[in-house]
């Protein structure tokens, strides 16, 4: 049973235009939420983060936005690039679990196009 | 750079051929992971070490062990490989301090493809 969910695959923007990721999770003891980015043939890299005490912390281009009464956050790209395209993985920290524990989602991958 | 590098690239092994699979870090970070990720799926913790304390997550087939000698190096040992552990391994590290907040942020290598044949 899925923690943490990205129901959309693939995501397909204009170059200039917003990227929206969305991720759900059901564990309301998670208290920490990360976005990590990937390309081909490398490892996932931290992108940007969010407390469960805030609804929104912003980084440049990408803004990460939290509704734990929906159990939902979701990942703004202003304006997308071409670089940008790569698979978004979502991931969960749970509070009082094992450190390192993230819990990820199957990732959204993204293709910028020029 | 200080980096977390993962070897080899691609790993080939037979079915029931044990296998090790190598990571090494410069970041002299005090906590290492391996992950595995499957196609389409997503990553999943196997073990950690803090420090020397391994620690295995409770879904982890015997069949997958750690090994970490120093600081720098951790080992995954895949005891008897079947089909179904053909995956691609994630190793990670982070740095954590007792007491104090950790946001988590790991930094993975590039990741070891193994096919079992």
């Known amino acids: 049973d899925q923690q943490v969910k990205q129901n959309s695959p693939s995501l397909s923007v204009q170059e200039g235009r917003i990227s929206i990721l969305n991720c759900d999770y059901t564990n309301s003891m998670f208290d920490y939420f990360l976005w990590y980015k990937k390309y081909p043939a490398e490892g996932p890299t931290f992108l940007i983060s969010i407390s469960s005490i805030k609804d929104k912390n912003e980084d440049g281009r990408f803004t990460v936005f939290l509704n734990k009464s929906a159990k939902h956050l979701s990942l703004h790209i202003v304006p997308s690039q071409p670089g940008d395209s790569a698979v978004y993985f979502c991931a969960a920290r749970q509070y009082g679990g094992s450190q390192g524990n993230l819990i990820f989602g199957k990732g959204t991958k993204l293709s910028v196009k020029p | 750079d200080a980096m977390v590098i993962q070897n080899p690239r691609y790993q080939v092994t037979q079915f029931g051929k044990p296998v090790t699979l190598s990571c090494s870090q410069t970041l002299n970070h005090n906590v290492m992971y391996w992950y595995q990720q499957k196609s389409s799926q997503a990553p999943k913790l196997l073990f950690h070490y803090y420090d020397k ?35 691609m391994y994630l190793c990670a590290t982070s740095s954590f301090q007792t007491g104090v907040s950790t946001n988590e942020k790991l930094f993975f290598g590039s990741g070891t493809q193994l096919s079992v044949l």
Do not use: H, K, W
């Open chain 2, 53 to 87: 304390d391994f620690n295995n997550e409770a879904d982890t087939p015997d069949n997958f062990q750690s090994r970490r000698p120093n600081t720098s190096f951790c080992f995954l040992d895949i005891r008897s490989p079947g089909l179904g552990d053909a995956a």
